[in-house]
């Protein structure tokens, strides 16, 4: 049971740039988030999914696709990377039955 | 309005001695959960404890306790006998909407500092 895993650990784009973060889990949660973490700030959503083929916009959605055609896999697509998405990007996952969401180790991204 | 703030950017404590990392929340909703994570200089998020709204006694988690306060809207941190391995960030977060019903959701404060001197 690896719990929620995320690739890459770090990334460095240019801006332009596309690419995919990605984030599994094995623990048949129904919801699963991603998060961004900048300097002096909390975390802050992006988008969610409440199950496969269900997905909606968090707080920061603009420059990020999500899709869920599994349960497992929720990637998270920048399209054409800004600096402004330099950030370390979480991924987390939850079910109905805790209160508790567990998060993924964190991507560190930097697009120069 | 921020609906999490935490007003102490950075705290320092004594090893062995309690330390209280304040939260307060914004919410209309009756129903909501309060959290604290955890996050030590390698990165990861680490779940402390939880408080629902219709919770009646403070969660307590051994080391952690959460100090619920619903009229002033706060949900206080409390590490007793603090340990080197306890300086990390601390981030407050809430959910608002009942556990269960699709609003997973969390919303983070800014967070606090916590360094834990010898």
């Known amino acids: 049971n690896a719990g929620v895993t995320q690739t890459p650990k770090f990334q460095v784009l240019k801006t332009g740039q596309s690419m995919t973060l990605q984030c599994a889990q094995d623990?048949?949660?129904?919801?699963m988030s991603w998060y961004r973490q900048d300097p002096g700030m909390g975390l802050r959503l992006i988008h969610y999914?409440?199950?496969?083929?269900?997905?909606d916009q968090g707080e920061v959605p603009n420059g990020y696709n999500v899709s869920r055609s599994t349960t497992e896999d929720f990637p998270l697509r920048l399209l054409s990377a800004a600096p402004s998405q330099t950030s370390v990007y979480f991924c987390?996952?939850?079910?109905?039955?805790?209160?508790?969401?567990?998060f993924g180790p964190g991507t560190r991204l930097t697009v120069t | 309005a921020q609906k999490i703030t935490q007003t102490q950017p950075g705290m320092f404590v004594q090893e062995k001695e309690a330390v209280t990392l304040d939260c307060t929340y914004d919410t209309s909703d009756p129903s909501y959960g309060l959290f604290w994570y955890k996050q030590p200089s390698s990165g990861e998020m680490i779940f402390l404890i939880y408080q629902g709204s219709y919770d009646q006694q403070n969660a307590t988690e051994g080391r952690y306790s959460l100090n619920f306060q619903k009229a002033r809207k706060s949900a206080n941190l409390v590490i007793s006998a603090s340990q080197l391995g306890d300086s990390a960030m601390y981030f407050c977060a809430m959910r608002e909407g009942p556990s269960g019903a699709g609003s997973y959701q969390l919303t983070f404060g800014k967070g606090t500092k916590l360094s834990v001197i010898p």
């Open positions: 987390a996952s939850s079910t109905a039955a805790t209160y508790e969401q567990y």
């Open positions: 623990m048949n949660h129904e919801y």
């Open positions: 999914s409440v199950g496969a083929g269900i997905t």
